[in-house]
Nanobody
Framework: QVQLVESGGGLVQPGGSLRLSCVVS????????IGWFRQAPGKEREGVSC????????YYSNNVKGRFAVTRDNANNTVYLHMNRLKPEDTAIYYC???????????????????????WGQGTQVTVSS
């Protein structure tokens, strides 16, 4: 059974940092493309940072480039999103997603017209406010 479980969200002041975790089960990280998405109230879901099927495939949206970093721990089947210099506009529910098909999630993350990833976590709330 495939499962993705996010954690690490919370309330943080502007300029602060958070680290989100996504623990996956039912597959290993080298079998999937995996990434982070977010949805703010009244807005569409957007890709934040995603890892493609090759090691050199790493995507960051312009909104977070230079502030966020995605890393993976293959031994513990966990993907992290390190968020620094947080802004109020980063407030959203953050979701971890995965898909076994190459170039599916990676292109979906960049808003190309491909199918939605097959597997999603339940989401974790991040609120940036003073």
């Amino acid at each position: 059974q495939v499962q993705l479980v996010e954690s690490g969200g919370g309330l943080v002041q502007p300029g602060g940092s958070l680290r989100l975790s996504c623990v996956v089960s039912g597959f290993t990280l080298d079998q999937v493309e995996i990434g982070w998405f977010r949805q703010a109230p009244g807005k569409e879901r957007e890709g934040v940072s995603c890892l493609g099927y090759r090691d050199d495939m790493e995507y960051y949206s312009n909104n977070v480039k230079g502030r966020f970093a995605v890393t993976r721990d293959n031994a513990n089947n966990t993907v992290y999103l390190h968020m620094n210099r947080l802004k109020p506009e980063d407030t959203a529910i953050y979701y971890c997603a995965a898909d076994r098909a190459p170039l599916t999630l990676y292109y979906y993350c960049q808003n190309y017209a491909v199918k939605e990833p097959d597997y999603w976590g339940q989401g974790t709330q991040v609120t940036v406010s003073s």
